[in-house]
């Protein structure tokens, strides 16, 4: 499967953003998809995660309550919506998937993964 991940911008402190990732080659149905950041300098971390048949989320704790991760399978779609942004959110997202189980938080496990888009938020 292919991941492009779309909807990156600069944006003020307190704004929103919502990342897109659409697939093809396949659906999202059975596969687990996640986002992840990874800021200059710094490990690629973990953001937000769907399970396979999208019953659960998880999220980081620095994003809990202002992000939200969903899935449209009429669309083949997985979006990131972001409000309350920070600048401590600027990085590149990058949009994960997986067929495997294990922890949706570990970058490890996902199989597939997107270009990468670049959200900037300037204080």
């Known amino acids: 499967v292919q991941l492009q991940a779309s909807g990156g911008g600069l944006v003020q402190t307190g704004e929103s953003l919502r990342l897109s990732c659409a697939a093809s080659g396949r659906t999202f149905r059975g596969l687990a998809t996640a986002w992840f950041r990874q800021a200059p300098g710094k490990e690629r971390e973990f953001v937000a995660a769907?399970?396979?048949?999208?019953?659960?989320?998880y999220y980081a704790a620095s994003v809990k309550g202002r992000f939200t991760i969903s899935r449209d399978n009429a669309k083949n779609t997985v979006y990131l919506q972001m409000n309350s942004l920070k600048p401590e959110d600027t990085a590149v997202y990058y949009c994960?998937?997986?067929?495997?189980?294990?922890?949706?938080?570990?970058?490890?496990?996902?199989?597939?993964w997107g270009q990468g888009t670049q959200v900037t938020v300037s204080s």
């Open positions: 994960a998937a997986t067929t495997r189980l294990g922890a949706l938080t570990t970058k490890d496990l996902y199989d597939y």
């Open positions: 769907l399970t396979w048949n999208g019953g659960t989320t």
